[in-house]
């Protein structure tokens, strides 16, 4: 007797499905990419010896320079200069050409001619001028896969490339300086080396002395480094602003209109209402993709919305939008089927990342022995004076809503907002009726900021018999066990809003936490667990999971979905980033920052303000 298990159908043709996808990947031949990334690993490689002829004398006169001197950028009688500035500006470059974009492109068709001249005039390098030539050649004749767009930005990166680029330009000035000893005059302090690399990038001459030639080296070397930081800057502080795409209040709209008509079928469909994503949609309409752009990942959350027959066409629209954009096209927590709808239409891998907890009101109950910690703590926190009030978001007064909001912005442990794929990101907006609030009370002798209100939960809608967990929020002074005292009395006042199902938090590596504490659990998974347990200290795994656990749910798994195994590590850090555990925007200046704006009204509210004040 066979000891295999038999497959669901659904299993099978979504296996058959995927590996014809494999096939046709196969046939292709090489990915339309490996042109441009092989382009761009060799002007790194070319800038970074161009670098090292600019800086270190010994290899300048090794027999590996022979190679890099007939190379475009170092040639004439600044060659060190040259040298560095060309091998800086390939580095800058090399990026954007591993990625295909049109304009890295653009700048190389224009920089090797020039560089073959110089080579022609200033050296008669008849090697130079063909390897200028050759290089030229290569981009025209694969110039097709250049074409990608460029991506989102503000002119706030003119900043942050003035700080990088004066950091970087100031460590390598000091190895510049420090790499001539035997012309050094003196024994100048660390303080007088930092002070000359400070003058020679604005192109004047420092405290530091050389014998013969080599302060020229270096000076120029200094004005090289400066001149780039300064063009690069100006450059990225004047060019054409594109800011990141956000949702238009059409696309919400039509959003909306969606999730009416098949918001129940994902717990998550609700947080693609999220206006810093950006929407595609189906030719028919019928669907979309919500996405938002991080660190060139275009990063999808959930399913796709609408009908699961429009899904490949919203998903086609997706690939094609990250074509575009050289963009790294992936989805952090869709569902089993969305995962396999996804990996079918686009030949794409999908990995577990968790599990979601969803409560099935009708069974949910305080009684028993598996409750009886959760029951005690109820009991005790509503014994020290807690009550607890659930309403709609559209039951509240306006007083009561701002007091909320404020309370929930205070109460936030982290200057910017967390989440993106279980976030909306706004409390108490007037297009959010349907939303759900759980609050906690407390009636003190000296009333805080927030009056009464000590703990707060938001939920959005899931479909018309569900809802979703947004966010957690308490005072800080509150007695322990908010949480459980808001959720306890949601599940206890579902039935009475025609809820039937509450999402949870999600739980990330749930299974493996589950299955590593267990009898008889291996080796590599008890390692596995452990180094979860570890990172639990920074993040919140293990915490999520034992919270979760303790109402009983049933685990829904997710699943993210990735390109390539390489993709991962870069992939984690874009969710990172949007998740808000990884902020690597710099703050603006306090005297630029803006009020936050007004949550946008919905259209029938605005009828009926213009209504009243007629």
């Known amino acids: 007797m066979s000891g295999k298990v038999p497959q669901r159908p659904s299993q099978v043709s979504s296996q058959a499905g995927h590996l014809s996808s494999r096939v046709r990947h196969l046939l292709r031949g090489p990915r339309p990419e490996a042109v441009p990334v092989l382009v761009g690993r ?58 295909g974009k049109r ?26 001028v063909l390897i200028s030539i050759a290089l030229l050649w290569a981009l025209l004749r694969h110039r097709d896969q250049f074409a ?152 999808a959350s959930g399913d796709p919305i609408g009908d699961v027959e429009a899904w490949p066409g919203a998903i086609e629209r ?21 995962a396999e709808v996804w990996t079918r239409e686009t030949g794409l891998d999908a990995l577990e990342l968790g599990d979601e907890a969803v409560v099935d009101v009708p069974d949910f109950s305080l009684t028993g022995r598996a409750m009886r910690n959760v029951r005690q703590m109820v009991k005790r926190i509503e014994r020290a004076g807690y009550e607890t009030r659930v309403r709609r978001v559209r039951d509240l007064g306006d007083a009561e809503l701002e007091r909320i909001r404020r309370a929930a912005d205070d109460w936030r442990g982290t200057d910017t907002e967390r989440g993106f794929s279980m976030a909306l990101g706004r409390v108490g907006d007037p297009a959010d009726g349907d939303c759900l609030i759980a609050t906690a009370h407390k009636a003190d002798e000296e009333p805080g900021p927030y009056g009464d209100l000590k703990a707060i939960l938001h939920f959005v809608p899931w479909g018309t018999d569900g ?89 829904e798994p997710r699943f993210v979905v990735y390109r390539a195994s390489a993709d991962l590590p870069r992939l984690g850090f874009a969710a990172m980033q949007a998740e808000g555990f990884v902020n690597l925007a710099l703050p603006l200046p306090r005297f630029l920052r803006r009020g936050t704006p007004a949550p946008r009204p919905c259209p029938h509210q605005v009828a009926e303000r213009e209504v009243r004040a007629a």
């Open 42 to 99: 060799a002007c790194a490689l070319v800038g970074l010896l161009d670098i090292a002829a600019g800086v270190f004398p010994r290899f300048r006169h090794s027999r590996m320079h022979a190679i890099a001197e007939v190379l475009p950028g170092a040639f004439g009688p600044f060659a060190a200069a040259l040298s560095l500035s060309a091998g800086v500006l390939l580095l800058l470059l090399a990026h954007g050409l591993k990625r």
């Open 318 to 338: 997706f690939m094609d939008e990250a074509k575009a954009h050289s963009w790294t096209p992936a989805v952090m927590g869709c569902s089993e089927t969305g």
């Open 103 to 128: 304009r890295a492109w653009r700048a190389a068709v224009v920089l090797l001619p020039a560089g073959a001249v110089a080579q022609f005039t200033y050296r008669h390098s008849v090697v130079g």
């Open 148 to 299: 990608a767009l460029p991506d989102p930005r503000s002119r706030w990166r003119a900043l942050a490339n003035f700080v990088l680029m004066g950091a970087g330009s100031l460590s390598l000035g000091l190895i510049i300086v420090s790499a001539h000893p035997k012309t050094l005059i003196g024994d100048p302090s660390l303080a007088d080396r930092i002070a000359h690399v400070i003058y020679g990038l604005f192109g004047f001459e420092g405290p530091v002395a050389y014998q013969g030639n080599t302060s020229w080296t270096v000076a120029f070397s200094l004005g090289a480094l400066g001149w780039i930081t300064a063009v690069t800057t100006i450059y990225l502080a004047f060019r054409p602003e594109h800011p990141a795409a956000q949702l238009t209040e059409d696309d919400e709209a039509r959003l909306r209109a969606l999730l009416a008509k098949h918001g129940a079928r994902d717990s998550l469909g609700h947080f693609a209402l999220r206006r810093d994503k950006a929407v595609v949609f189906s030719p028919s309409g019928k669907a979309a993709v919500t996405y938002r752009v991080v660190s060139g990942v275009m990063l």
């Open 467 to 555: 809802v979703s967990l947004d966010l957690m929020r308490r005072d800080r002074s509150a007695d322990p066990g908010m949480n459980e005292l808001l959720i306890v009395a949601a599940l206890q006042a579902a039935p009475k809003f025609g809820i039937a199902r509450v999402s949870l938090n999600f739980a990330m590596f749930r299974s493996a936490l589950a299955r590593g504490e267990k009898i008889g659990a291996g080796p590599v998974l008890r390692a596995w667990r452990g180094l979860l347990v570890f990172l639990s200290r920074w993040f919140q795994i293990e915490s999520l999971y034992k919270f979760n656990a303790k109402f009983r749910p049933r685990w």
